[in-house]
């Protein structure tokens, strides 16, 4: 289940009226710009990074990774890896795939809340102890991460 992999914590409200310009992410209920939704000063409990930003409200079950300080929205939940020593963009990179194919489970007025997020079962590769296979998932995400520097590159060089 997914609160055996990751730890989920609550965003906080912020509301526009309450909302001052600045440098800090604000990450609210959106599909696009990996969440970020505005730029604030404001800084609230919710203050976190190398987490994802879980959408339970607006874009639903809609996932970013944010290796970067940032606040989160009372429609996001944040997911903290459990496993400190591989949080880091290649594993969630790979978790990132898992949670999406619940997206449509989701649709239409179900909603992604605190209490479905506890139950829902996502599938990962495992090792024969029948633990999670971390490793393979960082390696994973890493050879993903290779293969679109390698088309990317292969895009410019034909361009020139």
């Known amino acids: 289940m997914i609160n055996d992999i990751f730890t989920i914590l609550s965003g906080k409200r912020l509301t526009k009226a309450d909302m001052k310009n600045g440098k800090m ?4 209920a959106t599909e696009a710009d990996n969440g970020i939704t505005h730029f604030v000063s404001n800084i609230n409990v919710s203050a976190d990074d190398n987490v994802f930003g879980v959408n339970y409200n607006g874009s639903v079950v809609e996932t970013f990774y944010h290796p970067y300080q940032c ?3 009372d429609d996001v939940k944040r997911f903290k ?3 400190p020593r591989y949080r880091n963009a290649y594993t969630y990179l790979f978790l ?5 194919q619940q997206k449509t489970k989701y649709a239409y007025g179900y909603k992604f ?3 479905r997020m506890n139950k829902q079962y996502i599938m990962l590769p495992t090792i024969k102890t029948g633990q999670a296979d971390w490793d393979y998932m960082e ?4 050879a993903m991460v290779v293969r679109l520097l ?4 292969e895009y410019i060089m034909e361009e020139r």
């Open 96 to 100: 990132k795939t898992t949670i999406l």
């Open 25 to 28: 992410p604000f990450i609210g």
């Open 81 to 83: 890896l459990k496993e």
């Open 139 to 142: 390696q994973y995400g890493r």
């Open 113 to 115: 809340n605190e209490e």
């Open 150 to 153: 390698g088309e990317y590159f």
């Open 71 to 73: 606040i989160f929205s």
